[in-house]
C-alpha cells in the first residue's frame, strides 16, 4: 500500500485551533462499518448509541507541560520539547537550536532550569536537570502545553486544562488521547447509569504521534515506541464483557494500540512495556468492537489504524463527508464513533 492511499482534501479553516465552551458539544459522527452509512449527531447522542453491558476503555494518562523555551550558554536560543522522563531528573528530548548541542552543552530553560546535555540516544537527546526540586514538579511550574504543531500558536491557560481528559491521571503523556477531551463527568455518570462499565489503560502518547510517514510504502513504515501498561483487571473485564455479549469500545487508537498489543500472543494477557505496533489495513483485531476516534491528519498511522478497523473506502468516504458537512477536525476537533458489524478471531503475524 501506498502512503498517498490515505490522503485527503481538508481547507485550514476545518483545522480547530481552540476547543469549543463545552466538551460534550462536539458534533459526533457514526459510521457503520458493515455498510458505511454515516450519521451526524451531537457527542452526547453516545447515551444513545452505547448499550447497557459495553464497556467503554480509556487512557488514563496525563498530558506532561513538556515544552521548554531557553538558550544555550553561547546565547543561541534553543526550544525543548520532553518526549520522556527517565527519572526525577533527567529526560529524552527533541532539542530545536540553530545548532545542534554538543554533550556537555549547557542549556538554561524558562530562566530557571539549567539543563546538561549527556549525548545522543536515537532521535532524543539524553538530558539531566541540574535541580534539587523534581523536575515534574518544576514542568507543572515553568513548562508549556506541547500542543501539536498544526495549531500554530502558543499555548495559554485554557490548554492547561482542556488539552487534558477527565479521566488523566499517570503523568506521563506529550500529546493528549484526544478522542477522551470529548467526555465531561456528566456525561459519564450517564453511561453509568445505563449501564455502560469504564475500565482504563495507560499509554503515554509521544511526539512521535504527529511525524508523518517518510516512507513511499506503508509496510516499510516503523512505528514509534510509546510505553504502556494494561492491567489484569482490565483484561478480566473485556473477557466478560465479550462472554456477556457487550461490546468493547476504545476511546482512541491509544487505547486500541495498547489492548492490541497486549493480545499479541492471542489472548488479551496483562502487559508492561514499550510497543511499536503498527496497525494499518489487514490487520485482524481481537479486542475491540467499537471505537471512538477524532479525524485525523492525512497519511498519518492515526489514519491507516482507523482505516484498518472499518475499511480504508469507508472511513475516507467519511472524512469527505465531514469536510463538506464542515466538521471541525484535528486535536480540539470533532469525533467519529465507528462499530463494528462482525468481531474478527485473528490477528496479522
Known amino acids: 500500500m501506498r502512503v498517498s492511499d490515505f490522503h485527503f482534501e481538508l481547507p485550514d479553516e476545518l483545522i480547530?485551533?481552540?476547543?469549543?465552551?463545552?466538551?460534550?458539544?462536539?458534533?459526533?459522527l457514526v459510521i457503520d462499518a458493515a455498510i458505511g452509512a454515516c450519521q451526524d449527531r451531537r457527542f452526547d447522542a453516545l447515551?444513545?448509541?452505547?448499550?447497557?453491558?459495553?464497556?467503554?476503555?480509556?487512557?488514563?494518562?496525563?498530558v506532561i507541560p513538556a515544552r521548554l523555551y531557553g538558550v544555550k550558554e553561547s546565547g543561541g536560543r534553543v526550544e525543548v520539547l520532553?518526549?520522556?522522563?527517565?527519572?526525577?531528573?533527567?529526560?529524552?528530548?527533541?532539542?530545536?537550536?540553530?545548532?545542534?548541542?554538543?554533550?556537555?552543552?549547557?542549556?538554561?530553560?524558562?530562566?530557571?532550569?539549567?539543563?546538561?546535555?549527556?549525548?545522543?540516544?536515537?532521535?532524543?537527546?539524553?538530558?539531566?536537570?541540574?535541580?534539587?526540586?523534581?523536575?515534574?514538579?518544576?514542568?507543572?511550574?515553568?513548562?508549556?502545553?506541547?500542543?501539536?504543531?498544526?495549531?500554530?500558536?502558543?499555548?495559554?491557560p485554557v490548554d492547561r486544562e482542556r488539552y487534558q481528559t477527565v479521566f488523566a491521571a499517570r503523568p506521563g503523556a506529550v500529546a493528549a488521547p484526544t478522542a477522551g477531551l470529548h467526555f465531561d463527568q456528566a456525561l459519564l455518570r450517564r453511561l453509568a447509569q445505563k449501564g455502560v462499565a469504564q475500565a482504563r489503560v495507560t499509554l503515554h502518547v509521544g511526539a512521535g504521534t504527529f511525524q508523518p510517514l517518510r516512507t513511499h510504502w506503508v509496510e516499510q513504515h516503523r512505528m514509534h515506541t510509546e510505553y504502556l501498561e494494561v492491567d489484569s483487571s482490565v483484561c478480566a473485564r473485556v473477557a466478560q464483557t465479550r462472554a456477556q455479549g457487550g461490546r468493547v469500545v476504545a476511546v482512541g487508537t491509544t487505547v486500541v494500540r495498547a489492548l492490541e498489543t497486549a493480545a499479541r500472543s492471542g489472548v488479551l494477557r496483562p502487559y508492561r512495556g514499550e510497543t511499536e505496533l503498527f496497525i494499518y489495513p489487514g490487520y485482524r483485531f481481537r479486542t475491540v468492537d467499537a471505537l471512538i476516534t477524532n479525524f485525523h491528519l492525512p497519511g498519518s498511522s492515526l489514519l491507516m489504524l482507523v482505516c484498518a478497523f472499518a475499511g480504508r473506502e469507508r472511513v475516507l468516504s467519511a472524512y469527505r463527508h465531514a469536510v463538506a458537512a464542515r466538521y471541525r477536525f484535528y486535536s480540539y476537533g470533532d469525533a467519529m464513533f465507528i462499530q463494528q458489524p462482525v468481531r474478527a478471531q485473528e490477528t496479522q503475524p
Open 16 to 28: 480547530a485551533s481552540t476547543p469549543l465552551p463545552e466538551r460534550t458539544a462536539s458534533r459526533l
Open 47 to 62: 447515551v444513545e448509541l452505547l448499550r447497557r453491558g459495553d464497556l467503554l476503555v480509556v487512557n488514563d494518562t496525563r
Open 82 to 156: 520532553l518526549e520522556r522522563l527517565l527519572d526525577e531528573h533527567s529526560a529524552l528530548a527533541h532539542v530545536r537550536a540553530s545548532k545542534a548541542p554538543r554533550l556537555g552543552t549547557r542549556l538554561r530553560l524558562e530562566e530557571a532550569l539549567p539543563a546538561l546535555v549527556l549525548g545522543r540516544q536515537g532521535q532524543f537527546y539524553r538530558l539531566r536537570f541540574e535541580t534539587a526540586e523534581p523536575l515534574l514538579e518544576l514542568l507543572e511550574r515553568y513548562g508549556h502545553v506541547p500542543l501539536p504543531p498544526y495549531l500554530r500558536r502558543a499555548d495559554t
